[in-house]
């Protein structure tokens, strides 16, 4: 065994708020029936605040055979969601809670939370209620808020969250190693949680115990802690791409604390009693498990929408972008068109001028033969000019009167006027 000194400060940690609920809950519901029982006592005896308080009952003579069973309302639901043995002259007191943190039971059963109180007032069995939490291995949580945990087993757990909240001021701790018959269990149930994974998650199952020693009032008292917890252990890939390295993701569920205390002296004949588990209430349990697909099933089609929406904007966005590429290319083809317009025009002028200013110093100039549209170029000193029909010869003249049909050469030709060019 392994022996710890306590600190005497709380937990940092935000899971403390769990674990103080369901102490609050769970435990302090019957400090005013021990205080009246210590109050009796003391007026019995005349100075009891000030000396040990001796219980005297005795933790081996309880029988969980006999007495009674009590219900654990659900006030979720309105409904028993657990059944649990009470011992004759035990006090009885549990719910479901169902707080709403980061941190909370991950189902509703884990939030099992009860006492059994023995009559001495002291000795108790019973149970608060577990807890989740995440972690990456970037120093990141999976949930939005919510500070990661690294706690990944159940001892730790118990050391880091549960016990510093439950008795702060606890004079010692101690680990205890499970027996035989508790490590074959466990290693069946993680071989099996292994056995059921799928990667790339795997499923990882742990179980814890510590002994504890304080003080209650006047009272030396000894505890035993015990919970068990899995956790979902997730490799995410990396993204070169993305500058985005490869990562380790944890979830992980502890499934309530079960805890014993007695007088020092008398918790190992209480743990030797060995009282039944809680009984759930098959018909709780289906109306939960409903519940839950059903939650399931409006996150999975809320997903499948958002998925859905997701691709439909993508598609939007993408038809946008080609459209837009496209009339993008179409402006960028006519501007690139307009522009070689311009300069064919712009060229084409230029060589006319040219063409011009050539034709003027050679005392030339350009006509066009209207029935062929051939350009034919004569000199610039005749305005009237007229082509014959064999468009072999060119009549120039500068009368505008003048017309060569039936003048020049009438038997073979016939003559048509050019049209001049500026």
Request: glycine content about 6%.
């Amino acid at each position: 065994m392994v022996t710890f000194q306590m600190r005497k400060q709380m937990s940092s940690t935000p899971l403390s708020v769990v674990v103080l609920v369901a102490l609050l809950s769970a435990t302090g519901c019957f400090s005013q029936q021990r205080n009246n029982a210590q109050g009796g006592d003391a007026q019995a005896n005349g100075n009891a605040g000030a000396r040990l308080v001796k219980s005297s009952w005795t933790a081996a003579g309880v029988s969980w055979n006999g007495g009674k069973t009590a219900g654990v309302q659900d006030p979720g639901l309105g409904e028993q969601a657990f059944t649990i043995a009470v011992p004759t002259n035990w006090r009885f007191k549990g719910l479901i809670l169902r707080p709403h943190s980061c941190y909370a039971p991950s189902v509703p059963a884990d939030g099992l939370s009860y006492t059994v109180l023995a009559p001495d007032g002291y000795t108790a069995v019973g149970q608060l209620p577990g807890a989740s939490w995440t972690w990456k291995s970037d120093g990141t949580s999976l949930i939005p808020k919510c500070a990661p945990i690294p706690i990944k087993s159940a001892t730790a757990f118990l050391l880091d969250i549960a016990v510093p909240n439950i008795h702060p001021f606890a004079t010692k701790v101690t680990v205890v190693p499970p027996t035989p018959q508790m490590q074959q269990n466990l290693r069946n149930a993680q071989q099996q949680a292994l056995q059921s994974s799928i990667a790339p998650t795997r499923n990882l199952v742990d179980t814890g115990r510590v002994r504890i020693e304080y003080m209650l009032g006047d009272q030396p008292m000894e505890e035993m802690l015990f919970t068990m917890m899995n956790c979902l252990e997730t490799a995410m890939p990396g993204y070169p791409a993305m500058h985005r390295p490869a990562t380790t993701q944890r979830s992980c569920y502890a499934h309530g604390v079960v805890f014993r205390r007695a007088p020092k002296g008398q918790l190992d004949a209480l743990l030797a009693t060995q009282p039944p588990p809680p009984h759930i209430d098959q018909a709780w349990d289906e109306h939960v498990s409903q519940n839950m697909r059903a939650v399931f099933a409006q996150y999975q089609a809320a997903s499948q929408r958002q998925f859905a929406a997701i691709q439909d904007h993508f598609k939007q966005v993408t038809d946008n972008m080609v459209a837009q590429g496209k009339a993008f290319q179409a402006q960028q083809r006519n501007s690139f068109e307009h522009a070689m317009a311009n300069d064919r025009a712009a060229q084409d002028a230029t060589d006319h001028a040219a063409h011009l200013q050539v034709l003027e110093s050679l005392n030339r100039q350009d006509f066009i033969d209207p029935t062929t549209g051939q350009k034919i170029e004569t000199s610039n000193q005749y305005t009237h000019n007229w082509i014959s029909s064999d468009k072999n010869s060119v009549v120039l003249g500068a009368d505008p009167t003048f017309d060569p049909n039936g003048v020049v050469d009438p038997v073979r030709e016939s003559w048509t006027e050019l049209i001049p060019i500026d």
